[in-house]
């Protein structure tokens, strides 16, 4: 079986390499709700971004409706300059995964990821995410579907549902739906992220591509901390063509970074003071953001200092973006006098 890679992924898999112009997997972030709008995308950009971006997960259902489509502009909202992400979106009927994918060119994507692994129980009660490995046929009429788009598609899924065995049978049908990319997270849904992700089921996973769909590019994810370990999973496990980092960047918003660099807590303000100044104007332009999702981000660019824990508390007790900064400003000097974390 042959998938000829578009010119979007046969464009991204050319463009990446080191920094020393050799050849290495491509680096993606994950798209993860409440996370990956436009705001976060352009914060992880300035500190050192992947190669792909992801949207939040859309629901295709409210894309398409003729009231709920304003509730998910935001989601899919890119700022001018900005990289264009790939639009992930998920549901379970194929008329209304065709509808949404139409969509998405005339926005500016070009390309669509289905959602075939979240775990949420409501996206499994509406018969999506990775209900879909429980119920193949579905999955593979809603590949069919988001095909008639005209737009390279792509697939995000895990392991399996209860049992990491399913992946023999799951991973085979998909591999078999000629998709431009299979990523997978390591992990099946009941294992959610309790435990380690299944680095060893790697090789195998290799191994089943190139004999059922050899051009398709498989992207892994799952416990990858940075760039650097990405790149040791790839030599241990040649045939691995893409690298996906989730909740690595939100413990470090450097993670795409090469290199383990040190950065100053003066560059861990500015990320932070970025964050803010891109809310407001996504308030003023976009959509209306919730302030208090905000707060999740205080820990990622202040630690590794004294008295951090207390600067962050001072910080959660806040209700606007004015009312950081002015802590900020409050503790900055003090701040800047200790040393890089």
Request: aromatic share 8%; net charge negative.
């Given at each position: ?5 578009s010119?979007?992924?046969q ?17 993606s972030m ?12 352009r914060?992880?950009?300035k500190?050192g971004?992947p190669?792909?971006?992801y ?6 259902a ?16 890119v700022?001018p ?11 379970s009927?194929?008329?209304?995964i ?23 129980g ?21 590949i069919a579907?988001?095909?008639e788009s005209?737009?390279p598609v ?7 549902f209860?049992k990491v065995e399913?992946?023999h ?8 739906q000629d998709?431009q ?23 195998d996973?290799?191994?089943m ?7 398709t590019?498989l992207q ?19 045939g691995?063509?893409g690298?996906?980092i ?8 450097y ?24 809310f ?43 009312q950081?900064r002015a802590?900020?400003a409050?503790h ?6 200790t040393p890089?974390?």
């Amino acid at each position: 079986m042959t998938t000829a890679k578009s010119a979007f992924w046969q464009k991204i898999v050319d463009e990446a390499k080191d920094e020393n112009g050799n050849k290495r997997p491509f680096f993606s972030m994950a798209p993860m709700e409440a996370v990956t709008d436009t705001i976060f995308r352009r914060v992880v950009a300035k500190a050192g971004g992947p190669d792909v971006y992801y949207t939040e997960f859309t629901n295709a259902a409210s894309m398409v409706h003729p009231e709920a489509k304003f509730s998910v502009q935001g989601r899919l909202a890119v700022a001018p300059g900005e990289k264009m992400p790939i639009a992930q979106i998920w549901g379970s009927k194929p008329e209304v995964i065709a509808g949404a994918a139409k969509l998405l060119p005339e926005m500016g994507y070009e390309a669509v990821d289905l959602n075939m692994g979240c775990p949420d129980g409501t996206v499994i009660k509406n018969d999506a995410g990775s209900d879909l490995i429980r119920h193949p046929d579905r999955a593979k009429a809603l590949i069919a579907a988001a095909k008639e788009s005209g737009l390279p598609v792509s697939v995000k899924t895990r392991l399996g549902f209860y049992k990491v065995e399913e992946y023999h049978d799951w991973l085979t049908m998909i591999f078999e739906q000629d998709v431009q990319v299979l990523t997978i997270h390591l992990r099946t849904r009941k294992e959610m992220s309790k435990v380690d992700a299944h680095f060893e089921l790697i090789d195998d996973i290799i191994a089943m591509r190139d004999r059922l769909a050899p051009d398709t590019l498989l992207q892994i994810n799952g416990d990858v901390k940075d760039y650097e370990h990405g790149l040791t999973l790839a030599a241990e496990h040649p045939g691995i063509d893409g690298v996906m980092i989730g909740r690595g960047v939100l413990n470090d918003p450097y993670a795409f970074e090469p290199g383990h660099q040190d950065h100053t807590l003066a560059e861990s303000i500015a990320l932070l003071e970025l964050q803010l100044d891109l809310f407001d104007e996504v308030n003023k332009t976009a959509s209306i953001k919730n302030f208090e999702a905000l707060k999740r981000y205080f820990k990622i660019y202040l630690r590794g200092f004294p008295h951090a824990s207390q600067l962050r508390q001072l910080l959660m007790e806040t209700h606007a973006t004015d009312q950081v900064r002015a802590l900020l400003a409050e503790h900055v000097g003090d701040l800047l006098q200790t040393p890089a974390r």
